[in-house]
């Protein structure tokens, strides 16, 4: 058995989250596009000394911040009783509380907090993985047990909550709820479980149900937060269960078309990538796959899945799409890949933005987050380290790097950081499960 935590597409439909955001905002899962791309052009500067703006405690947790204006938002868990063994097969009990807490982006000063009694049965259940979702002067969050929260992005009070257990009969995941809940148009759009309801449209407002649509094997939900995409003449609602990827009507939740792509474990995590008529998805146990987009309809064509020496498998951590390659880190190799999307061939890997080393740390599931700052990318490695670096089909080009935060989660004989940072404005946020740490990278 495999672990999974998280934990926590080009450009996304215009109906997807029309708010009034600004470009210096990170308000979801992987950035304001949620392509891991920051929405305008940076140049990154990164300190010389590893002294933060600011830092503060934190408790447990895979989810990531994400920044609205001079907020900034994480869930964290505070353990009360319970042991975290951290192995692969097994759910682990606890006791505590699931936490949202909102912070200042200047200072780091706590504006607000809720939270609630949560008891655990999960693999890996060091606090809630899905990153939360703002929209306008709304928090969404959904902890690992399946609670679903609607807060007041300003005062932090409840307006209204839902049960994935309770209200449909939805059974929690071995490595619990991961899938950031998405808000397209006026739709919270979540991955949900249950008989009929893998996917669930609520009001955003209000939290009552707009509509639900398809079941899956075993009823299992899986792990990948929703998208949408632009292709065909419409809108497409791409949500992956472990057996299958669906394309859905985001206005009814009527299926377009769908294709088996069966990663290994049920561990179906990280949302294809589009660019162009191209689609990908890739996950555990060698499984990826290149679709090519229909342009005068909702359907998709195979071009290739990938075989043992060539594509990329990704568990954990994202991929970016710069011109024809396709980056991310391999979770068999431990490396940072490059590869032709048409044609799933690798151009190189290497295993310095992961590890330090080309050596490498001997250890399967080696994690990198990227965020594309245009010509640049920021790099945030299993390790704590954050790098500036520069990707092209000719190799990997480290510019900086320096030592940001401290990896907490032992596994697999190592000790990793599983969690996506946030870049907003000059600044990145990053968490562990002891501190959220804010430092200047950006001009």
């Known amino acids: 058995m495999k672990p999974f935590v998280n934990f926590a597409c080009l450009c996304l439909a215009v109906g997807l989250l029309t708010q009034s955001l600004s470009a210096q905002d990170w308000p979801q899962w992987n950035g304001p596009h ?5 929405g305008v052009e940076k140049r990154i500067v990164l300190p010389k000394t590893a002294q ?6 934190l408790g447990l947790g895979y989810s990531g911040p994400v920044v609205k204006g001079d907020s900034v938002i994480v869930t964290d868990y505070e353990l009360e009783s319970g042991e975290i063994t951290n192995n692969a097969g097994k759910r682990d009990k606890l006791t505590g509380k699931e936490r949202i807490t909102c912070f200042n982006t200047k200072t780091g000063d706590k504006v607000w907090q809720h939270s ?28 690992s047990e399946g609670d679903l929260l609607c807060l007041n992005l300003n005062s932090g009070d409840l307006v209204w909550q839902v049960s994935f257990n309770k209200d449909f009969g939805a059974k929690t995941p071995l490595w619990g709820h991961a899938a950031s809940p998405l808000v397209y148009d006026d739709k919270l759009i979540c991955m949900v479980g249950g008989e009929g309801s893998l996917v669930v449209a609520f009001d955003p407002k209000t939290g009552s149900v707009k509509w639900k ?26 949500v992956w269960d472990p057996t299958r990827l669906h394309s859905l009507n985001p206005e009814t939740g009527r299926e377009y078309w769908s294709e088996s792509v069966a990663p290994g474990y049920g561990m179906s995590i990280l949302p294809p990538i589009k ?19 229909s342009d005068s309809r909702p ?5 290739w899945r990938g075989k043992p020496k060539d594509s990329l498998y990704l568990a954990t951590s994202n991929a970016i799409w710069k011109d024809d390659y396709i980056y991310g880190a391999d979770i068999r ?19 310095v933005p992961t590890s330090g080393s080309e050596r490498g740390r001997g250890g399967a599931h080696a994690s990198a987050f990227l965020i594309d700052a245009g010509e640049d990318t920021l790099i945030l490695s299993e390790t704590g380290d954050l790098i500036h670096a520069n990707l092209t089909p000719a190799g990997y080009n480290e ?28 600044h990145i946020y990053i968490r562990n499960d002891k501190r959220l740490v804010c430092y200047k990278v950006a001009q």
């Open 34 to 38: 949620r392509d891991g791309t920051t």
């Open 52 to 57: 933060p703006t600011w830092s503060v405690e």
């Open 116 to 143: 609630y009694d949560r008891p655990y049965s999960v693999s890996y259940p060091a606090g809630p993985r899905a990153t939360p979702t703002i929209f306008e002067d709304h928090v969404y969050a959904l902890g």
């Open 213 to 238: 649509s398809l079941s899956s094997k075993d009823n299992e939900t899986g792990y990948c937060p929703p998208t949408v995409i632009r292709a065909g003449g419409v809108d497409q609602l791409l």
């Open 275 to 293: 660019r162009g008529d191209l689609l990908f998805v890739s996950g555990e146990s060698q499984t990826s796959a290149m679709f090519r987009l």
């Open 299 to 303: 359907a998709a064509e195979l071009l």
């Open 333 to 351: 190799s431990g490396a940072l890949m490059c590869f032709l999307a048409a044609t799933g061939g690798r151009k190189w890997q290497s295993a």
């Open 399 to 426: 510019i900086a790097r320096f030592h940001a935060i401290d990896p907490t989660t032992k596994t697999m004989g190592r000790t990793v950081l599983w969690t996506y940072p946030a870049l907003a404005g000059n």
